[in-house]
Nanobody
Framework: VQLVESGGGLVQAGGSLRLPCAALGRTSYAMGWFCQAPGTERELVAGISWSSSRLYYTDSVKGRFTISRDNAKNTVYLQMNSLKPDDTAIYYC?????????????????WGQGTQVTVSS
């Protein structure tokens, strides 16, 4: 499975970005969006099960970010609203060979190349 992220960039605090992740190949996986800032570990920001019935958000993004997927288009989206400078990081799309969401990076089997999100104050 190849994962290709896009949609990152520079945005002012309070602004919005939408990150699509296109999956090439078998796509019956749970998916997640992770972020990693310099000097920190990769952290799950949001996850979605194969059926979209189970969603996960880390506390810092609840109410601001929304994860969704369109299985017909093999694409997962992360809608990021009310962005804060603390959201600045590289965002990675990941897929795991299972239908349910997991929260640890080592539980994911495939990774995209990452897309930089920078939020200015």
């Amino acid at each position: 499975v190849q994962l290709v992220e896009s949609g990152g960039g520079l945005v002012q605090a309070g602004g919005s970005l939408r990150l699509p992740c296109a999956a090439l190949g078998r796509t019956s996986y749970a998916m997640g969006w992770f972020c990693q800032a310099p000097g920190t570990e990769r952290e799950l920001v949001a996850g979605i099960s194969w059926s979209s019935s189970r969603l996960y958000y880390t506390d810092s993004v609840k109410g601001r970010f929304t994860i969704s997927r369109d299985n017909a288009k093999n694409t997962v989206y992360l809608q990021m609203n009310s962005l804060k400078p603390d959201d600045t990081a590289i965002y990675y799309c990941a897929a795991r060979m299972g239908v349910e969401v997991r929260t640890l990076a080592h539980e994911y089997d495939y990774w995209g190349q990452g897309t930089q999100v920078t939020v200015s104050s």
